[in-house]
Each structure stands twice: as C-alpha cells, then as structure tokens.
C-alpha cells in the first residue's frame, strides 16, 4: 500500500472487507467546467455510497498518488488549473515531479490495482481513433485492459472513435467486452449500435463470477462491461452522428492530434448539441457508477462465501 496513499474511507473499507468503486478523475479536471465538475463528482460518490459501497476517485495530488480523496482535496482539485492528463506513459513522471495530474481509464486502473480494488466506473473508455491506419492513434486504454486484473464499467467506447477498430484491438488482445442486458455494443451517448457485443451478462452477480473465474484460471488483464446509457437520457445515433463527423473534420483541418484530440471533439459536440452531450455524459457516467457498485456488492459477497 505504500505506493498509494488511501483515504480514511478507503482505508477503512478495505480494513473492514467491504466493496469499492475506483473512479478517474479526468472527468473533473478536463471533463467540464467548475463548479459543476465537482457537483458531478460529488453526485457520482453519492449514487455509490447509495448502494453501500465506497467511492475510490483516483489521482495524483502534489505528487502523492492517491485512492479516494478527501472533500478538501476533491475542490482542489475541481479548481485546478494546470492538471495533467495522466495515463500509464506518465504517470510516474508526474509523481517523481511531484506534480498534479488527473487519471485517464489506464492510469486509473494501475491505482485501482495497487490499492486493491477490483472494480472501477467510467464514462466511456479510449479506443482505435479513426484514420488510425495512418496516425496511429490508439488509446493506452485498450492495452491496460489486457494487462491489469481490474473491472471497468463504461457506456461502450466513446462514440467519437472507431467502434469496430476498437472491438477488433480488445478481442486481439484477449479482452471481454461484456454488453449489460442487451446484444449491441453501445455507443457512449446512444444506448446501441449496429455492432454487436461479443458477449452478454444480465445480472451483476454473474460479472462478479466472471471476474473471480478469470483469477481463478490465472488470466492477466481486466474485463470491459459496457453498460447502455439509460433511453431516457440517450442521444440517437442518427443525431450524434453528423454532429461527430462535423468535429471530426474541424479538428483535421485545425491539424489537431495526439491528446488533444478528445478534448477538442468533446468540447465542440457539446457546442453543436447546446449542451445536450454533457447532460448525456452525467446521466452514463452516474449509470454506470450504479452498476459497478452492485458488481462490487456481488463480487464481495463471493469472496466472503456468501
């Protein structure tokens, strides 16, 4: 544990055996303006600890890594200016510098690992961006999936990347993509899309058990649930689509690439839907926050025989 620092909370969930959630904090500190992006953390924290579970937000504060933060330390960092972005390629760069930085999927998941939780929420993961048969861009997600033994609950792969690429990458590296309750694989705002899912699990229980088989035959890496956003909160694909593909091609002809690519595209399809892709974005990432603690839940109940 000396490599992370836990939070009282954590701490004592984990002294006590009883369930966690991990949860990145890039949603905070690249996700969306202050004061919402701590209303939406706080909100999050909140619908686990509703399902009697500990919320776990994971980051690197004053070159401390850290497995749940204080209120205090949750303003902070709601209020920072100058966060980097972190995932596995420099995060201990950050830490040796004694930086601050905010966890992507990849980085959240190694700080989940190392403190011992097993299950973690997102919104939706990095994936294969399109045109990457030329620039090669593909997320360290997908890698980190492959290799660390940690759950992670998403809406799918963000609906800005290249779905099937994404999948094909994923099956390649011997990861399951697990759809929750239906066949289609989901894209980020929209609950479905025309690609299948490899695999379907309907209850948590049966994804905790998934999980714990995977230790038990000594399989390295995690596994993918990707969760439908709720059809209440959902943006069709027929209206998302041509709002991706108008950002898509601003951020070419601006000669965007690299990390500031999902940024950029986020940021102009919440101007090209008035705001209706963030609300969708609240709505999933509270969603599948839900789901991850009820696979904690389960998952927990399994370790203890019960």
């Known amino acids: 544990m000396g490599l992370i620092t836990l939070s009282p909370e954590v701490n004592n969930a984990i002294t006590n055996g009883t369930p966690i959630v991990a949860l990145e904090s890039t949603i905070i500190t690249h996700g969306m303006p202050y ?44 209020q920072a200016k100058h966060a980097e972005k972190l995932s596995r390629a420099d995060l201990a760069v950050c830490i040796a510098k004694r930086g601050t930085g905010a966890t992507t999927v990849a980085a959240t998941m190694i700080g ?60 390649t590296n011997g990861v399951p993509v697990i759809a929750y309750q239906q066949d289609s694989f989901p894209a980020f705002w929209s609950a479905r899309s025309d690609f299948s899912a490899p695999l379907r699990m309907d209850t948590p229980s049966q994804i905790a058990q998934s ?43 601006k000669g965007i690439t690299g990390k500031r690519v999902t940024p950029f595209l986020l940021q102009r399809i919440f101007e090209l839907t008035k705001g209706n892709s963030l609300n969708a974005n609240i709505a999933l990432v509270r969603n599948n926050a839900r789901l991850a603690a009820e696979i904690a839940h389960e998952l927990n109940l399994l370790k203890l025989g019960v």
């Open 35 to 78: 004061p919402q992006n701590l209303e939406v953390a706080r909100q999050v924290e909140a619908d686990i600890w509703a399902k009697g579970v500990t919320p776990a937000t994971i980051a690197v504060i004053n070159g401390v890594f850290h497995a749940g933060l204080t209120n205090a330390q949750l303003v902070n960092l709601a």
């Open 112 to 171: 989940a690992r190392l403190a011992g939780i097993d299950v973690f929420a997102t919104g939706g993961i990095g994936g294969v961006h399109k045109g990457a048969e030329t620039s090669f861009d593909i997320s360290a997600d997908l890698i980190e999936l492959a290799q660390t033994s940690v759950t992670v609950v998403a809406a799918g792969a963000k609906a800005i990347l290249d779905i099937p690429k994404t999948l094909e990458v994923l099956e």
């Open 211 to 253: 999980h714990l088989m995977r230790q038990y035959l000594g399989l390295t890496g995690g596994q993918l649930v990707a969760n439908p956003i709720p059809t209440s909160d959902e943006i069709k694909a027929e209206e998302i689509e041509p709002v991706i593909a108008k950002a898509t091609a601003e951020a070419a002809e």
